[in-house]
């Protein structure tokens, strides 16, 4: 499972519904190629804009491809994809490079963000405490998905959990990147998470 290619997105209305009154900017983040973009290109209902370029032997020397022989892309700027999840409320999502020679766009992007959903890999989850730590040090609430490849352990989630040292609040779930239900769900508990936050902050 994991980072295979996406099915072809819904590709119908290009302009937002009428009547749409809220646009919330959403990052996908995560470790290099743990699934960023098939995720975007999962949820997306226009076709979404990837700025991906072929891997060279150049990047072979600072990229980990460690287990990943079928890896030959890798994004360079961004993934932008769209979601309109009823007719008053928009997801913009921003996919960002996973790699730390691209950490000066990575800031650029958290401008304006919401919160953020952090793809894992259970094969790697080591990898993952970089990009969360540039999120708690950026303030920038996040949730994370464990993205489901074939080959990876299986972990209960209490056990990641400590692993990653997360927060009890903290959502964590676990989805299939190339699964549009699964990826839904996954971004449905960051938007959920958000909305808690959103609350108590009005209270207090």
């Known amino acids: ?6 099915s072809e997105p819904a590709t119908g209305e290009v302009h937002l519904r009428p009547g749409v009154q ?10 290099f190629a743990v699934g960023k973009t098939t995720f975007v290109g999962a949820l997306s209902e226009i076709r979404p804009l990837r700025t991906e370029e072929v ?7 600072v990229d980990d491809l460690a ?8 994004t360079v700027a961004l993934d932008f994809g769209r979601l309109t999840l009823n007719d008053r409320l928009v997801l913009y999502l921003f996919g960002t490079p996973g790699q730390q020679r691209f950490a000066p766009l ?6 304006g963000a919401l919160g953020a959903l952090v793809l894992a890999d259970t094969r790697r989850l080591g990898h993952s405490f970089e990009v969360m730590g540039v999120l708690e040090e950026l303030g920038l609430p996040y949730a994370v998905a464990l993205n489901q490849f074939d080959d990876a352990p299986a972990h209960e989630l209490d056990e990641v959990r400590d692993a990653l040292d997360l927060l009890p609040e903290t959502p964590l779930v676990r989805c299939d990147a190339r699964d549009r239900v699964s990826s839904t769900r996954a971004l449905i ?12 902050l009005e209270h207090t």
């Open 189 to 200: 508990s960051l938007v959920e998470y958000l909305l808690t936050r959103i609350g108590h």
């Open 55 to 61: 891997m060279t032997e150049a990047g072979a020397i």
């Open 1 to 6: 499972m994991g980072s295979a290619p996406a």
């Open 67 to 74: 287990g990943m022989t079928d890896k030959t892309t890798t």
């Open 22 to 31: 809220t646009a919330v900017k959403l990052l996908v983040v995560g470790h």
């Open 106 to 111: 990575w800031h650029d992007m958290t401008r």
